[in-house]
């Protein structure tokens, strides 16, 4: 009997540690449901921004990968955002995820903090910075993005970029100012391909979209502004787009967003 406690212990503490591979189990994703998801709004300019963390080495985000993928072709119309952020805590188990990088991590951990959580997983999804939860369960996401652009909306925000040599300057304006508020920026690649050759994923092609491959903050004094981003390597206005944000600093909440225009 003492023998047999070990391993026990020892699937246990590995259980905590990958915490999404046992809080959502593998039946769930079998028992999703092949359904088109068209997202209702109203004309009151209200808007969801969706946040995806994820890995390449989590066994469980392939499918919140595709579902944000579907939902994004089916919504086409809706003053939706989605923005995919890949952490690198899974790089550690011997697969490094191309596009993973720490700061994605500290951003995670920063809603784990706003959403009083007590643990981080991936895939999680995020709307509006105020609601979470688990990545492939298409009801609750299609559900809260629908109560997100039913909010009514007062708040603007328009963003003009200029691409230079090495940087984009971006214009930005607002009709209103509030305490501990930061202006976001996120450099997203539309597209991009990884076949994984170790880990949970081994052996898979995976596609992702909207991959955040950089997320810039400014504070913000006035309504009106100037800021400055980098450019990317071979940026283009078909392979790339910028989608900022305002986000309050204490609280998670984000304000409004769009895209911005490529000039």
Same mark, same amino acid.
């Given at each position: 009997m003492k023998? /047999?406690?070990f391993p026990f212990l020892a699937i246990?503490?590995?259980?905590?540690? $990958?915490?999404?591979?046992?809080? $959502?189990p593998q039946m769930e994703l079998s028992e999703k449901k092949a359904v088109k998801t068209k997202i209702k709004t109203i004309n009151n300019k209200g808007f969801a921004i969706v946040e995806l963390f994820t890995s390449e080495g989590c066994w469980s985000c392939p499918p919140a990968d595709e579902l944000m993928a579907k939902l994004q072709r089916e919504?086409?119309?809706?003053?939706?955002? $989605?923005?995919? %952020?890949?952490?690198? %805590?899974?790089?550690?188990?011997?697969?490094k995820d191309q596009f993973s990088l720490a700061e994605f991590t500290n951003r995670q951990q920063q809603y784990q903090d706003w959403?009083?959580?007590?643990?981080?997983?991936?895939?999680? $999804?995020?709307?509006?910075?105020?609601?979470?939860?688990?990545?492939?369960?298409?009801?609750?996401? /299609?559900?809260?993005?629908?109560?997100?652009?039913?909010?009514?909306?007062?708040?603007?925000?328009?963003?003009?970029?200029y691409s230079d040599k090495d940087s984009i300057a971006i214009h930005f304006k607002t009709n209103s100012v509030h305490k501990n508020t930061k202006l976001f920026i996120a450099t997203i690649l539309r597209k991009g391909t990884s076949k994984v050759q170790h880990v949970e994923n081994k052996g898979h092609t995976l596609n992702?979209?909207?991959?955040?491959?950089?997320?810039?903050?400014?504070?913000?004094?006035?309504?009106?502004?100037?800021?400055?981003?980098?450019?990317?390597?071979?940026?283009?206005?078909?392979?790339w787009q910028l989608v900022g944000f305002i986000?309050?600093?204490?609280?998670?909440?984000i304000s409004i967003t769009t895209k911005a225009d490529l000039n």
């Open positions: 023998n /047999s406690i246990m503490l590995s259980g905590l540690f $990958f915490l999404n591979c046992f809080m $959502f919504n086409t119309d809706r003053n939706i955002y $989605f923005l995919a %952020y890949h952490v690198d %805590y899974w790089d550690r188990l011997g697969w959403l009083h959580l007590y643990v981080m997983y991936t895939p999680q $999804f995020i709307i509006n910075g105020t609601a979470e939860f688990a990545g492939y369960n298409e009801t609750a996401l /299609s559900q809260k993005i629908d109560d997100a652009l039913k909010m009514k909306q007062t708040e603007e925000l328009e963003l003009t970029a992702h979209i909207q991959i955040v491959k950089e997320l810039n903050s400014f504070p913000i004094a006035d309504k009106e502004g100037n800021v400055t981003v980098s450019k990317p390597k071979n940026f283009n206005a078909t392979d986000q309050n600093t204490s609280t998670g909440k």
